[in-house]
Each structure stands twice: as C-alpha cells, then as structure tokens.
C-alpha cells in the first residue's frame, strides 16, 4: 500500500503545481481580458477564482489522505501522501524562486 500512497502523493502534487501554473496564467493574461472601469465585479470574480482554487487545491492534496485517514483508519499512509504532496509543491516552489532570482537579479 505505501507504494500507491508515494505514487499518489507525489502525483497530487505534480498536478497541483500545474494547476497553479495555469490559474497563474489565467490572472497573468485577466487584466487584457477585463474592462477595468468595473472594479466591484472583477473583485467579484477574482474572489470567487480564490474560492474555487482553494477548493480544488484542497481536494487535490488532502482529498485522497482524507480517505485513507476515515475509512482505511490508516494514518501513516495519509500523513505520507500529504507530505509528499507539500514536499513536491515546496520544491516546485524554490525552483520557480531560484529561476526568477537567477533571471531577474542582474537587473
């Protein structure tokens, strides 16, 4: 079981990254998309982009410890599926800040 729990955490956070990537991109290329003279709706939508990502970042890395936790009563293989899903998305994390630092610091 604990080789499903390492593919499935490392998996989660794979796809979390993109996921974030791509709403990243979506609020990169928004302010040419939207009418900036109505300020209450596009607080509107980027409040309701938050949820949404909040929820669908949840389900992605603590969906699958959650069930192993409730109905396999399985508490190490949730702990480690989550880690590795943080673990993965932290390391995503200081290679985006390496790269943006490496580019971006001569200037």
Partial sequence: ????????????GFLEVIYITL???????????FNKSNNVLI???MLLIFVISMAVSGFLVF???????LKKKD?????????LSVLVIVISLILF???YFLNYSSC
């Fill in 97 to 99: 800040l390496s790269i």
């Fill in 23 to 33: 709403v990243a991109l979506f609020l990169w290329g928004g302010s040419s998309w």
């Fill in 1 to 12: 079981m604990q080789k499903k729990s390492i593919k499935v955490g490392l998996l989660t």
């Fill in 43 to 45: 607080s509107i939508i």
């Fill in 63 to 69: 969906g699958y410890p959650v069930y192993l936790f």
């Fill in 75 to 83: 508490f190490k293989e949730a702990a480690l599926t989550s880690a």
